[in-house]
């Protein structure tokens, strides 16, 4: 039987305390301009920002963040046009920025950074059209870029090969057309979740088997809850142990989306 309303029926006057999985801790604020729609990516230890727009100019400059030291060191200069909406990859030694909104054109063209050398150097043209609002992901060592927009909506997806310096185009994302869609990486699977396609807001998220070259929908965070919620009778920060939790705890679906 599933319990549809949340009543107080605890045994205590305080309710269960669960803690989640990832705790946020402010750190050293950004030390350049405030801005939106900026990229970075990850290069070993260290994290890479740059690019952005602030309501008045694009901004092209690009800072390198040191999470041992929590302070940020400005890198050479972005040496495309500056942008925002662009996005960004890295592999395990060089970090990529391309395509974005210059504030009158979509952009297709695409930069490698060297942190070894703090060097920018020209690559290939993105694969498919000029866009703005795409995702970018690693893996393998090899970039992929899809979605975004310009006259009109993409669900195209592209593999980038760093050691060939090409674009080969891949299998469209499964669902609609998107731009302004999440995306993350798990176990060598690349995933693409939500955006906007003509105005409305999705909540899918598929699945990419870069190996297979294939898409394969998983179910979206909150599917099946009223109103974003789970009742359950356990609930643990580990979802492999969920009988070390109290009983009668209340959790968001979001806490045991898998």
Known sequence: ??????????????????????????????????R?????????????????????????????????????????????????QAVGFA???????????????RLKDFYEFNPATNVW?????????????AVAMSINNKGYVGTGDSVSTFKDFWEYDPASDIWTKKSSIGGSKRTNAACFVINGKGFVAGGIDNGEYLTDIWQFDPGADSWTKK???????????????????????????????IARRASVWR
Not at 37 to 58: L, N, P, Q, R, W
Not at 64 to 73: I, L, R, V
Not at 225 to 249: E, L, Q
């Open 219 to 249: 179910r979206a965070p909150g599917a099946g809850a009223k109103g974003g919620y789970d009742i359950v009778s356990r609930i643990s920060a580990d979802p492999a142990a969920p009988s070390s939790a109290p009983t009668g705890t």
């Open 91 to 105: 592999t395990d030694t060089k970090g990529y920025i391309g395509t974005g909104w210059e504030g009158k054109n």
């Open 121 to 133: 150097t020209k690559k290939a043209d993105f694969g498919g059209s000029a866009r703005r609002s």
């Open 36 to 84: 939106a729609e900026a990229v970075g990516f990850a290069i070993g230890s260290k994290g890479y920002m740059g690019t952005g727009y602030d309501g008045d100019e694009f901004h092209n400059d690009f800072w390198e963040y040191d999470p041992a030291k929590n302070s940020w060191t400005q890198k050479a200069d972005f040496p495309g046009a500056a942008r925002s």
């Open 1 to 34: 039987m599933v319990l549809i309303l949340a009543v107080p029926f605890f045994n205590s006057c305080k309710d269960p305390v669960v803690d989640l999985v990832g705790n946020w801790v402010e750190l050293s604020d950004f030390d350049g301009l405030p």
